[in-house]
Nanobody, 121 residues
Framework: QVQLVESGGGLVEAGGSLRLSCAAS????????MGWYRQAPGKQRELVAA???????NYADSVKGRFTISRDHAVNTVYLQMNSLKPEDTADYYC???????????????WGQGTLVTVSS
């Protein structure tokens, strides 16, 4: 079983910064992609940022220039550095890994438990 454990959420004033971390444990042969999603009350879950195995990154337009996704393959961890936070960034943030558990295994998707980020105005 693969488990993702998130940390780093909390309450911050507008303009402040937070860094989220998500560490994966369990049997992982390879990681296809790592990403961060968020879901605000009453809204659908949306992609915030993603990084694929080759290192390419993708960001939602609303966070470009403010958020940075990075990874440490040695410890199967993905990070999200969030700067210049705005009240509209308030949401539950979820990490997502797409992995293979063995050479011939199909891809499987795994989610973290979510961490709340609250940005006060």
């Amino acid at each position: 079983q693969v488990q993702l454990v998130e940390s780093g959420g909390g309450l911050v004033e507008a303009g402040g910064s937070l860094r989220l971390s998500c560490a994966a444990s369990g049997i992982i042969f390879s990681i296809n992609s790592m990403g961060w999603y968020r879901q605000a009350p009453g809204k659908q879950r949306e992609l915030v940022a993603a990084i694929i195995s080759g290192g390419s990154t993708n960001y939602a337009d609303s966070v470009k220039g403010r958020f940075t996704i990075s990874r440490d393959h040695a410890v199967n961890t993905v990070y999200l550095q969030m700067n210049s936070l705005k009240p509209e960034d308030t949401a539950d943030y979820y990490c997502n890994f797409v992995i293979r558990r063995c050479t011939l295994c199909s891809l499987s998707e795994h989610w973290g438990q979510g961490t709340l980020v609250t940005v006060s105005s």
